[in-house]
């Protein structure tokens, strides 16, 4: 259903990039900025320009952040100036990108308090709800912190208490839900008003399949619907409003997943990347029927960067354009179609 | 040898136009042998062989495509820009001598090419045309107009010299033109002429004698500066004016390659060596012979082993020597060399002598992703460490003994995955057991049971997940802590390796459906404690699941399901047993004082002391079980 509208382009980055995001409103708004966050020989945010009238893929950078407490983690865009950027040192720093002078400055930086136990605050995720009030971030060491955004001080508030195992994922279902992904293949749902009460409201994980969820991903529309990807390359999608079993869509990742990620606007697809560095279409498509029940679609996938072989780190969706950066060095550019 | 500068030339691994240009070769290698290996399971024909050396040709072009553009990316002040450029020479001649020429093959347009492209004159004439923007009638005063059409004319390029000279205000002169039908007309050989290399020979001796009449019979006198007689001599190859032009070739191979091209433009590799031992062109720069100069002569010499390590000492790493062997020897040139014929095992030898320079750059690579721990880097050497299997150690032997010494202390664990992976991948599975088990104790020493756990099923180490599954309860009784037990509550099947780790998870079941079970509806709710009930029996009457010092606090849980009256008479006879069972055990573990046996963990911490509470429990429950044989019967 969706064709590759030309083959991938690609470009050689002089430094490993962790995440790449484009800097949207939304996921459907085109856009031709996007930010890469660093990973390895640098520690820093960088913004990037695309022309879209280029007939090459040569995105220009236009601005760098200084140098990072730790390596990138995960990067969200608030909107198309604003970004959020976690490091592996247990920091979440507040850009803003000028359009105007092409600058990237910082306006909040958060640590968190006991900073000095190294290793102990990796961010492995975090994300913030729809008003922008509030971002969640889950840590290496089990903690669930939260930050209000609009307050005046720089205050991390941390639950008090310690799932006692990696939280390696989190994200808003609604206002005051957070989902979190752990290493033991459960994906819990919290209120994130009642901190009082230690206890998550329910529990989703699958039987007999345990290996620690590695990112998760919103339906576009169905706040309910969350999308798991596993260190074993399960890709399956949890109706969080019961404990059902979930709908497992394939075993065809033999490689952990990296990341997942609904399709912006058919949200019977989905693309997730890898460690073995494939990028999968997943085709759950009800060919016309309206059927609700995930179970009764059949699946097909398609792997997209089939000339890469080397772990894809990251990927985002903007509109028909899809970015990716590989552990190489690489920074693919593809173009889709929607065939309908 | 010092050291310190040696760990500080391995600086290239960590500058980041380097590291693109390093990821790119990776790419490019890999590429090669996986196509490499695509075609050795297919051979089934023997033009395949041809296919290979194509493979090969092509990989070294993208290789110095690669570093081409690199050096178009940096700025001209990068200090990286020389060494690019250096690279870019030598490699390029490489390719010339070793991959695309053949012993009798004419080398004259490669060279020349190879000539024009490290040497290049377009800027400066780009330079001439600009100041002279708005009047090339002027061009012609320019200091460097005639160095420039002599330079072309040196480096071959006879239109370019063409072109200039027709800016100058004479060139109706006959002596102009002259020299310009002379250029025009001078035969070109490529390989898409018509001309046999017997015509193109016969062509050229005609030609030149036309230079000679040119030289004795015009007049050079109307041009001042004699830059025609100049390149006129050059036409006809006269050894004095190149001598003579010494600064203009700058270096002693430009100078042969440009004399060549006039005296023998048929020349092949042998002839090449002839001139080079007649050393003219070497004599006029003898003073200012450096290292490069050399590496550059052992090239024309086919000297392969001491072009590698004097490109390895030039440079101080293996990135270039690695490549190049490694083309050289797929390709099927590393058995050229002369020492290697007279050997007996000369096949073998050259085997090793390409993989030594893999190993030795993969060996840099890693002692540099030593000091930043950057995993891209590590696979990158992998990469290059996989591909040798001939030598006494092989480079899988050389990615066991590093991935053992990465540190785990300071590794975070989405990177412990990736390691863990890798060692997978690469089938060194002890080593991913290893990595496993000092992931858990980590974790463990951490308080993150949930985290060792998720390690210990991934590597399903029995010992520790006895000892670990000992722990959470351990904890979860003197906590209450729901969380402990809950941990186990997505394992099932995958646990079946330790004990330990099936009781906690069915204590978990038991546990949940007797105390937490929040159906309010009054049958279901008793549904749940009979299940719990069969459930807490079945654990009882496996022999050895539960741990002696676990025992009691489990039988404790038996009075709180009689008062519900869930068990029947069987299930009753068999807590007797399993009571019965206990004290046996119990005894028997006092007479044989087996101490550390002995240890039971305690209930609650009260101050009755345990006998006095296994006293209560034991009239507990006997009252109990005698209500419940009564009511049962009366059931009945």
């Not at chain 2, 110095?64 to 002040?77: F, H």
């Not at chain 2, 690579?365 to 721990?373: D, P, T």
Request: aromatic letters at 12%.
């Amino acid at each position: 259903m969706y064709e590759n509208l030309n083959k991938p382009e690609q470009i050689y980055l002089n430094f490993n990039a962790s995440k790449v995001r484009w800097l949207s409103n939304s996921k459907v708004m085109p856009t031709n900025l996007f930010c890469i966050g660093s990973g390895e020989n640098l520690q820093n945010v960088s913004v990037w320009k695309m022309d879209q009238n280029q007939v090459d893929f040569e995105p220009q950078l236009l601005c760098e952040s200084d140098s990072l407490d730790g390596m990138v983690t995960e990067i969200k865009a608030k909107n198309s100036e604003e970004i959020f950027v976690s490091t592996s040192n247990g920091s979440v720093y507040h850009f803003k990108y000028s359009h105007f002078d092409q600058k990237l400055s910082l306006i909040t930086k958060w640590s968190s308090a006991e900073s000095h136990t190294e290793n102990l605050n990796f961010i492995n995720s975090f994300d913030f709800n729809s008003d922008c009030d509030e971002l969640c971030y889950v840590t290496e060491n089990g903690t669930i912190n939260f930050i209000r955004l609009h307050s005046q001080t720089n205050n991390v508030n941390t639950l008090d208490y310690n799932e006692l195992c990696s939280l390696n994922s989190v994200l808003y279902l609604k206002q005051f839900e957070i989902a979190v992904g752990d290493s033991l293949g459960r994906v819990k749902i919290w209120d994130a008003r009642s901190r009082d009460n230690k206890k998550s409201s329910l529990t989703l994980y699958l039987e007999g399949e345990s290996s620690p969820i590695v990112c998760m991903a919103n339906h576009p529309n169905q706040q309910h619907m969350v999308a798991c990807g596993n260190l074993n390359g399960i890709l399956s999608i949890y109706d969080v409003r019961s404990n059902k079993r979930p709908f497992i869509m394939s075993h065809n990742h033999s490689e952990p997943i990296m990341e997942v990620c609904f399709h912006p606007f058919s949200s019977d697809n989905l693309i997730s990347c890898s460690f073995d560095g494939s990028l999968w279409f997943w085709n759950a498509s009800s060919k016309g029927d309206l059927k609700t029940n995930w179970e009764d679609r059949t699946v097909n996938a398609k792997n997209y960067l089939e000339s890469n072989r080397y772990t894809l780190n990251s990927f985002d969706i903007n509109n028909d354009q899809l970015l990716a950066v590989n552990n190489n060095f690489c920074l693919y550019k593809l173009r889709y179609q929607n065939l309908f | 040898m010092n050291q310190i500068p040696e760990l500080q030339n391995y600086k290239i691994f960590n500058d980041p136009s380097w590291r693109r240009v390093i990821s790119q070769f990776r790419e490019i290698f890999n590429d090669l042998h996986l196509n490499l290996e695509k075609n050795s399971i297919q051979e089934t024909i023997k033009p395949e062989n041809v296919n290979l050396s194509d493979l090969c040709s092509e990989a070294n072009q993208k290789y110095i495509n690669i570093i081409d553009n690199e050096l178009k990316l940096i700025d001209s002040k990068s200090e990286n820009q020389e060494h690019f450029r250096l690279l870019l020479k030598v490699w390029k001649l490489c390719q010339i001598i070793f991959i695309k020429s053949s012993p009798s093959g004419i080398l004259l347009n490669d060279l020349q090419e190879w000539y024009r492209s490290t040497n290049n004159i377009d800027p400066m004439i780009q330079d001439l045309f600009s100041n002279y923007n708005h009047n090339v009638d002027n061009l012609h005063t320019d200091q460097n107009y005639w160095l420039l059409i002599i330079m072309a004319v040196a480096q071959g390029r006879i239109d370019t010299a063409r072109h200039l000279m027709s800016f100058h205000p004479s060139k109706n002169s006959p002596v102009f033109r002259s020299m310009d039908e002379i250029l025009r007309t001078m035969p070109n050989f490529s390989s898409n002429s018509h001309l046999t290399l017997f015509e193109f020979k016969a062509k050229w001796e005609y030609w030149q004698k036309r230079c000679i009449q040119i030289l004795t019979n015009e007049n050079f006198q109307i041009e001042e500066t004699g830059s025609l007689e100049i390149i006129c001599k050059l036409l006809c190859a006269d050894e004095n004016t190149f001598l003579e032009l010494k600064p203009i070739f700058n270096s002693w191979y430009y100078m042969l390659i440009s004399y060549l091209s006039y005296a023998n433009p048929s020349f092949n590799i042998s002839d090449l060596h002839i001139h080079l031992d007649s050393g003219i062109c070497m004599k006029v720069f003898e003073n200012e012979l450096d290292e490069f100069d050399a590496i550059i002569l052992k090239i024309f010499d086919f000297d392969v082993d001491v072009i590698v390590n004097d490109c390895v000492r030039l440079f101080s790493n293996n990135f270039f020597s690695a490549h190049l062997l490694d083309i050289l020897f797929l390709n099927g040139k590393l058995q050229m060399n002369k020492n290697d014929l007279t050997m007996f095992k000369s096949d073998k030898n050259s085997i090793a002598i390409h993989e030594e320079h893999l190993i030795e750059y993969a060996v840099q690579i890693l002692s540099a992703a030593w000091s930043n721990s950057s995993l891209s880097l590590n696979q990158t050497a992998f990469d290059y460490l996989l591909k040798c299997s001939n030598l006494d150690r092989t480079g899988l032997e050389l990615i066991e003994t590093y991935l053992e010494k990465i540190s785990l202390t300071n590794l975070s664990e989405s990177n412990a995955n990736k390691v863990f992976y890798l060692a997978f991948q690469n089938g060194l599975h002890d080593l991913a057991f290893s990595i496993g088990r000092v992931m858990q104790m980590r974790a463990f020493k951490r308080g993150m049971y949930g985290t060792a756990l998720s390690w210990n099923v991934r590597i399903k180490d029995c010992s520790f997940g006895n000892y670990l599954a000992e722990k959470i309860i351990e904890d979860f009784f003197k906590s209450k802590d729901l969380k402990l037990l809950e941990l186990t509550e997505s394992l099932t099947k995958e646990i079946i390796y330790c004990d330990r780790l099936i009781f906690l998870s069915k204590y978990r079941e038991f546990y949940k459906l007797a105390y937490y079970s929040n159906k309010t509806d009054m049958s279901t709710k008793l549904d749940n404690f009979k299940q719990a009930g069969t459930l807490l029996l079945q654990l009882l009457e496996v022999q050895n699941l539960i741990p002696f010092k676990f025992r009691k606090r489990v039988l404790f849980h038996i009075p709180d399901l009689i008062q519900e009256n869930v068990f029947n008479e069987d299930q009753l006879f068999a807590i007797l047993r399993i009571i019965q069972n206990y004290e046996n055990k119990k005894d028997f573990l006092t007479k044989n004082e087996l101490k550390n046996e002995q240890d039971e963990i305690e209930i609650d911490n009260d101050d009755v002391s345990e006998e006095m509470k296994w006293k209560f429990f034991y009239e507990k429950i006997s009252q109990m079980i005698a209500e419940n044989f009564v009511k049962n019967k009366i059931e009945l």
